[in-house]
């Protein structure tokens, strides 16, 4: 029989762990990928992401069908689907790669079983992290809290393996099986149609990912350590969507980085070095998913539940969200997120602190307005971040470091290149006056913060 091969976050062909086996091993492939919003605890996609998933997608079955295979499409609870098609083809083994959520393992470990105890050979592979959350440990055999020690302890392993070339031919499974319409799922927004924006800033699919990953080690690599925090710069990779759904994989850009820099040397090498750090601030946000799965509602540090935080005040929060706070680089990071699904770095924690220190807005509330606006959110990353700002996550910035907007702007838009490029009324009487006072909310947030000192 066939084998199944079931596409989660991993929407590409090349170095793909579960793919290549199949091909190695049952040939021929039935491709598969399940849209499901329903099982429980899987958590819905955001606005934006639904966009990137639809052309990755389209990308995705296109490339396969390029090569002799194509992609099928089913929407609804994971489970039922993929024992019921791995029953249909007659199916000797279903592939896939691991993910790292609770509940999303939970329905992996299910189907494992169901699909063992029918005979089938169900297999799980390594394919979105350079190094598996169970293999990282303290001296303890405890998880890491600090990032330091545990890329420390990453690095201290055997390297990440090299990846798998991209095969020739997938052939595909002659038999007729029913696939839904990409169309029919309503994935790319209608009326109205927000996503210009979004389309005029990225073309997802594997192709452009390898395309990206080879400007940035060629143009920005030897510039990223000077100038990543800088928003005008335009220094940094823009890999992360890529990265969220697989259309590119870590172990590719590790690689691909490492060639890269063998001709580097001082601040150029430094700066790779610097690069793949951020890579492993990635991995380090995915561990500690795996090991605090509820890491978008709940305060890693406990100290922080007794947080006083105010009555939520909509019309300041929706002032937010449309970049309408009268402080430029927040105002310039919500806009340029609203049109492109994406924010800089360094203005994503300016944004972040403002909600949460100038505003006294629980953290969760901007989480939850980056879930749905961004390409790249992902359930690990984009809670560690805002926890990371809020001060309640692992190895974060201190609660009573409150990012001052003004000075922010100063030092990392000294041209106001970005701020201008985003709220084009900056500087006429048309932008709106500030929200807040920045000391006295300042003062405000370090007053909230001693009732979790008081905890801690
Ligand atoms: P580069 O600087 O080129 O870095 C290369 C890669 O390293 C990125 O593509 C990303 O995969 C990874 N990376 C870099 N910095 C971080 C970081 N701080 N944490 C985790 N991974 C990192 N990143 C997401 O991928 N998804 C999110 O939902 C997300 N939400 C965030 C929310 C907040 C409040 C904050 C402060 C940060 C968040 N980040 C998130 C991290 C970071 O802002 C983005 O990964 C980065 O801006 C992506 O741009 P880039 O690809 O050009 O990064």
């Known amino acids: 029989g066939p084998s199944v091969v079931w596409f989660r976050d991993d929407l590409r062909v090349g170095d793909h ?15 598969v990928y399940v849209f499901d919003d329903e099982s429980p605890g899987v958590r819905t996609l955001g606005g934006a992401a639904r966009w990137w998933l639809h052309q990755s997608l389209r990308s995705l079955g296109a490339t396969l069908e390029a090569l002799g295979g194509g992609l099928i499409l089913r929407r609804g609870p994971a489970a039922p689907i993929i024992t019921e098609i791995a029953r249909e083809t007659d199916a000797a083994a279903v592939f896939w790669n691991r993910r790292y959520g609770s509940a999303e393992r939970m329905i992996d ?16 592979f390594a394919g979105s992290l350079l190094f598996e959350p169970w293999t990282i440990q303290t001296g303890q055999g405890g998880s890491y809290s600090v990032f330091t020690p545990f890329w420390r302890a990453c690095q201290a392993g055997p390297p990440p393996r090299a990846p798998y070339p991209s095969p020739d031919t997938v052939s595909g499974w002659s038999g007729s099986l029913a696939t839904d319409s990409l169309d029919d799922w309503g994935l790319e ?3 109205p149609d927000w996503a210009d924006g979004l389309r005029a800033a990225w073309q997802p699919g594997e192709t452009s990912a390898q395309q990206m990953l080879g400007r940035f080690l060629a143009e920005s690599l030897p510039r990223y350590g000077a100038e990543r925090d800088e928003p005008a710069q335009n220094a940094t990779s823009r890999l992360s969507p890529y990265l969220r759904w697989g259309e590119i994989s870590p172990h590719q850009v590790w690689a691909a980085t490492q060639e890269a820099q063998r001709s580097l040397s001082g601040p150029a090498l430094a700066s790779a070095t610097r690069f793949l750090t951020e890579v492993g601030w990635r991995e380090f946000a995915y561990h500690v998913l795996f090991h605090a799965p509820e890491l978008a509602t709940k305060n890693l540090r406990p100290a922080f539940d007794a947080f006083p935080w105010p009555e939520l005040d909509h019309e300041a929060v929706t002032a937010w969200q449309q970049g309408r706070t009268g402080f430029a680089l927040v105002d310039a990071g919500m806009r340029e997120l609203w049109r492109t699904g994406s924010m800089h770095n360094r203005v994503r924690m300016v944004t972040a602190s403002f909600l949460i220190k100038n505003m006294l807005v629980d953290w969760r509330v901007g989480e939850r307005w980056f879930w749905d606006t961004l390409v790249d959110a992902d359930a690990a990353s984009n809670p560690f971040g805002w926890q990371w700002v809020a001060g309640s996550g692992a190895d974060a910035a201190p609660y009573f470091r409150i990012f001052n907007p003004e000075l922010q702007a100063a030092k990392f838009d000294p041209h106001q290149q970005y701020i201008r490029a985003n709220v084009p009324e900056y500087g006429t009487d048309a932008y709106p006056a ?3 006072d920045l000391g006295e909310t300042r003062r405000a947030a370090l007053a909230a913060y001693d009732k979790v000192k008081a905890q801690s």
Not at 17 to 31: E, G, K, S, T
Not at 112 to 120: H, M, Q, S, T, Y
């Open 17 to 31: 762990p579960a793919l290549h086996a199949a091909l190695a091993r049952h040939r021929p492939i039935v491709a």
């Open 109 to 124: 470990t299910a189907i494992k079983a169901e699909l063992r105890a029918d005979g089938v050979d169900a297999h799980s």
């Open 189 to 191: 927004p209608s009326a």
């Open 434 to 436: 500030p929200l807040v």
